[in-house]
């Protein structure tokens, strides 16, 4: 879960398939793998805010909000495989 991640799901909902619902890309997943999160600093939480404040991305607000309070984004990479 970062910031490429969301703008290219949003991407693909909004120009290709409208009912695309993300998955595995939740404050409940989020949450679940901030431990192994990855800092970031003033820049990208600028990229990430300015996502915040945009009407368009409000479907990602909760997510959105929880990296900007913990300042990590996930790797969807150390996601387990088997909540896939």
Request: charged fraction near 25%.
């Amino acid at each position: 879960m970062d910031y490429g991640g969301i703008r290219i799901c949003e991407y693909i909902r909004r120009n290709l398939i409208p009912d695309l619902q993300p998955y595995l890309m939740d404050v409940t997943t989020y949450t679940r793998y901030l431990p192994a999160g990855i800092p970031f600093g003033d820049e990208y939480a600028a990229r990430l805010r300015h996502l915040a404040e945009d009407p368009a991305y409000a479907p990602w607000h909760p997510l959105l909000q929880a990296m900007l309070k913990h300042r990590k984004w996930v790797e969807q990479e150390s996601i387990a495989i088997s909540e896939f």
